[in-house]
């Protein structure tokens, strides 16, 4: 698995650079634009409400973090002597970058009221999650793609379960999706990594 480079001091023009150089499929180009447009939120939305990464630019910030982690976690040499398992590129850069476009205008700017070091309130900035497309949370990032690119059955399983075993699905669903398909557990832990790890403060 060949490095990436990430670019956090700029991490819109970074995304678009990663998403250009490794993406060449059919429609990708489209999707780009859609993501880059007026109507969509994506590189300003936050990545959470209140928890990791609910800041602007957040959720494009959690992608790369995403992307750094999970190439790191399919490049360890046992994955391919071990496990033969050696996706593209291409793949790792599509299921990193665009498992969560489920998130895209969902968080609205909203305010609320918190207690301060000396136990007085003062209203804060904050976002609160108004869905108009309620498609769920994997299936309606793989939805939004399906519109522009078509993805691989790995890579569809991949951002359709990314949320693992946290998430609502059925865990036997998971379980079975991660045997069959080694794309998603490795997505999953990468997430886990980024949205644990990477920031938790």
């Known amino acids: 698995m060949q490095s990436i480079v990430i670019d956090y001091s700029n991490p819109v023009d970074s995304f678009v650079s990663i998403f250009k150089q490794y993406i060449k499929r059919e429609g990708s180009d489209k999707l780009l634009l859609y993501l880059l447009s007026q109507e969509c939120d994506f590189f300003s939305a936050p990545a959470s409400t209140r928890f990791h990464l609910s800041?602007?630019?957040?959720?494009?910030?959690?992608?790369?973090?995403?992307?750094?982690?999970?190439?790191?976690?399919?490049?360890?040499?046992?994955?391919?002597?071990?496990?033969?398992?050696?996706?593209?590129?291409?793949?790792?850069v599509i299921v990193a970058l665009l498992h969560d476009l489920c998130k895209i205008n969902v968080y609205k700017p909203s305010k609320r009221n918190v207690k301060d070091k000396d136990g007085k309130w003062k209203e804060e900035d904050t976002y609160e999650f108004r869905d108009e497309l309620p498609y769920g949370h994997g299936e309606k990032s793989v939805y939004i793609i399906s519109g522009f690119m078509r993805l691989t059955r790995e890579e569809a399983f991949a951002i359709r379960y990314h949320m693992g075993f946290s998430g609502t699905e059925d865990k036997m669903s998971v379980g079975s999706s991660f045997e069959r398909f080694p794309l998603a557990f490795a997505l999953s832990t990468a997430d886990m990594e980024a949205t644990f790890f990477l920031e938790k403060n």
Do not use: A, W
């Not at 957040?58 to 973090?65: A, K």
């Not at 046992?78 to 050696?86: D, T």
């Open 55 to 92: 800041k602007k630019s957040g959720l494009v910030i959690h992608s790369l973090h995403v992307l750094e982690c999970l190439v790191d976690y399919v490049s360890r040499p046992r994955m391919e002597s071990v496990y033969q398992f050696n996706p593209s590129t291409e793949s790792v």
